[in-house]
């Protein structure tokens, strides 16, 4: 019969438990460190008041700041030179040419009053094509429209000459 021998010493279990809590707290303090590093926001040395004396004195004009390139920007189109196809995407009846009619009472040209391909829109929207985004903006807020995006899904012959279109939606 096999009987249990007796460990002659007992296993370092504090020590161990010790060390390994040691070696776990210093590499938690590494990165904090490093994490510091990281994130703070970088300073220059300070140079010494000698140093910003002689820069200054053979520096007497600052250098001159690099200009970045203007992007032409398009004054706003008065309304009567806009055209605005009139779109009714909600299936009410006479709803294009009512809106179409408003809109030529605020100066707005009318490129066209029609149904949509559809008629489900959940929204009104106002499109644009290329270059006319301020006139759009102009046009939902003259129409109550919070929706203004660039034009999609319709072709040249589609917008009858025309730079906006009002969707009107439900």
């Known amino acids: ?35 510091f590093a990281k994130l703070a926001p970088h300073h220059r040395h300070t140079a010494s008041a000698a ?14 700041k690099p200009v970045a390139p203007r992007i032409p920007s398009v004054p706003l189109r008065p309304r009567s030179h806009v055209r605005v196809l009139v779109l009714n995407g909600n299936g009410v009846s006479g709803a294009a040419g009512a809106a179409a009619a408003r809109l030529q009472a605020d100066g707005y040209r009318v490129g066209g009053a029609t149904n949509a391909q559809r008629h489900d829109y959940a929204v009104s929207m106002v499109m644009y094509v290329p270059g006319w985004a301020k006139e759009a903006r102009r046009l939902a807020r003259d129409a109550g429209v919070r929706m203004v995006t660039p034009v999609d899904g319709l072709r040249g012959a589609q917008l009858r000459g025309s730079e906006l279109v009002l969707l009107l939606g439900r």
């Open 1 to 35: 019969m096999d009987h249990a021998q007796p460990v002659p010493t007992q296993f370092p279990w504090r020590t161990t438990t010790v060390v390994a809590v040691t070696v776990a707290l210093a590499e938690l303090v590494a990165l904090i460190g490093i994490g």
């Open 51 to 64: 140093t910003l004396t002689a820069t200054t004195v053979h520096r007497a004009t600052p250098a001159p």
